[in-house]
């Protein structure tokens, strides 16, 4: 009996005992685990296995390969039958079921390249339409994205330290260590989307709701990589997650009040709390294609997102990282509906730097292309405190934005909404003009002035006449209160003088 004992205990495991037990004692898709090498893909097959109803199996994704493997090649696609891929497909699944550790260079590196290389294969065979894929296999394809992309996020810098949050410019970015491997199940992942193969009814039972929601969270990803990936198509910048989450908007209409839900949250959370979030602006590039598909008569919904959420986002430090791709979703608003002008010119007005020229510059570029999509209407509504601002920023020490401001005057569009309106507006900004003519340092600025006054003069000579002549008046008021002023001063030093001395005069 004790031979008997010791033989079973030495008894080997079959094959497929051995993927078998990868696929239940693991929680991973198909038979076995893969890797693949370069010329080839290999199976993982374990020593050991817990049984079906053992507590201790972990229906959780595992990180890291189990102790003990064997590895067996398996042959590459092109080297089967056409009716044996869809099961080489689900057995190569398999071995990229696990996230390496890559935290150590040195450790696994043989199975980082197999794992590498067989990731290649699937996105070559997805990417080569080689047909439909069955239905099992897709599940169990997002089953091996879930397994990699979903994981815990490392936290920023500042979190680790407990120092105060630096400016998100001058922050060295985090770069995710298995980003061999995530960039090509991110592809992989983008690849089925975009396939005409991929049935959409079949596909939306496994890209559900809570994927598409953790797909969303990954937008706080420090690494640039991840996020930017695949506009340029430059394998390294921070693309992947925007386009695959535009395409499922795109592709899966279920899932778009939820997305656009959480997108909202996302942003409410960065103006509101934390004012930190690396993926802003990726965001703000898929709003931007969403706003442009809306249609008419814009919806509630839609214009108090512009006004709870887009004009808000104005007012972060860290603006001028995602001020491009802000303005362009709000002037797609302004273009899709006009009447909207007069709340976003009057948002921009409410969150208008006071010290930092650089977003001055920013918001002067943006309120051009805001003026540009305006009518006349909504322009008179907002006329008086616009140009009292742009009067300041036309007075500006910081030659660029007095520089912008001028360069309003350049857009045909604005100037005939400024010559309409002429009789109002050049009251607002006639001193300022002439105060550059007269103090500005920049050289540049008042030739750009002059020529802006030059245009007023051919608009209204009568009008401008009035408005120098007031300007005279008010200029040689100011002279003679100052007259007043410094002859108040000296009699009250002589009075002072004459009673001993250095006494103190208070007024």
């Known amino acids: 009996m004790f031979k008997k004992i010791i033989k079973g205990g030495h008894k080997k495991h079959s094959k497929s005992d051995s993927i078998d037990g990868s696929l239940h004692g693991y929680g991973l898709p198909g038979s076995g685990h893969h890797v693949s090498g370069t010329n080839s893909s290999v199976v993982v097959n374990y020593a050991s296995r817990p049984g079906h109803n053992s507590k201790s199996s972990n229906p959780c994704p595992r990180t890291t390969l189990p102790p003990m493997f064997a590895v067996e090649p398996l042959p590459l696609f092109k080297d089967v039958a056409v009716s044996d891929r869809q099961n080489l497909f689900l057995r190569k699944l398999q071995i990229c079921c696990f996230r390496l550790d890559f935290s150590n260079t040195l450790k696994l590196v043989r199975e980082k390249e197999i794992k ?57 970015p985090y770069l995710e260590p298995s980003w061999p491997h995530l960039q090509l199940v991110y592809e992989l992942l983008l690849r089925y989307i975009v396939s005409s193969d991929t049935d959409t009814k079949v596909a939306k039972k496994y890209i559900d709701h809570t994927f598409v929601s953790k797909l969303i969270d990954l937008f706080g990803s420090e690494d640039p990589r991840e996020i930017k990936m695949i506009l340029h198509r430059i394998y390294g910048k921070r693309e992947y997650l925007r386009m695959i989450l535009h395409r499922i908007y795109g592709k899966f209409m279920v899932h778009r009040p939820l997305i656009r839900k959480a997108i909202n949250n996302i942003f409410y959370r960065f103006i509101y709390e934390t004012q930190r979030h690396s993926g802003i602006g990726e965001l703000l590039e898929i709003l931007g294609s969403i706003i442009h598909g809306f249609t008419l008569p814009m919806k509630e919904e839609h214009k108090l997102f512009l006004v709870r959420v887009l004009i808000p986002l104005h007012k972060p430090k860290a603006v001028s990282t995602y001020h491009q791709q802000l303005s362009y979703c709000v002037v797609q608003f302004v273009e899709k509906d006009y009447k909207l002008a007069d709340k976003v010119i009057r948002g921009l007005l409410k969150y208008w730097p006071m010290i930092n020229c650089q977003k001055e510059v920013l918001f002067l570029g943006e309120l051009e292309e805001v003026l540009e999509a305006t009518q006349t209407a909504e322009f008179q509504r907002c006329i008086v405190p616009l140009f009292r601002q742009i009067a300041r920023c036309l007075n500006s020490a910081h030659f660029q934005v ?50 802006v006054l030059k245009m007023f003069l051919e608009m209204d000579a009568e009008l401008f006449d009035e408005c120098e002549a007031r300007f005279a008046e008010k200029k040689a008021k100011a002279r003679d209160l100052e007259e007043q002023r410094e002859m108040i001063w000296k009699k009250l030093a002589d009075a002072a003088a004459e009673r001993g001395g250095d006494l103190m005069v208070t007024v």
Do not use: Y
């Not at 997805?126 to 239905?135: N, P, V, Y």
């Not at 089953?143 to 996020?153: D, H, Y």
């Not at 100037?415 to 003009?433: D, K, Q, S, T, W």
């Open 116 to 172: 590498r290389q067989t990731l290649l294969e699937l996105v070559d065979f997805i990417q080569a339409g080689s047909g439909k894929i069955t239905e099992r296999c897709q599940e169990e394809m997002i089953k091996m994205v879930v397994v990699n992309i979903f994981r815990c996020l490392p936290p920023a810098s500042h979190e680790n330290t407990g120092q105060e949050a630096k400016d998100p410019e001058d922050e060295e």
């Open 402 to 451: 007095s520089e912008r401001a001028l360069f309003l005057w350049n857009n045909e569009h604005i100037v005939g909404l400024i010559a309409h309106n002429r009789r109002v507006i050049l009251p607002i900004i006639f001193e300022a003009l002439e105060r550059n003519i007269q103090h500005h340092w920049n050289e540049d600025i008042h030739g750009l002035t002059a020529n």
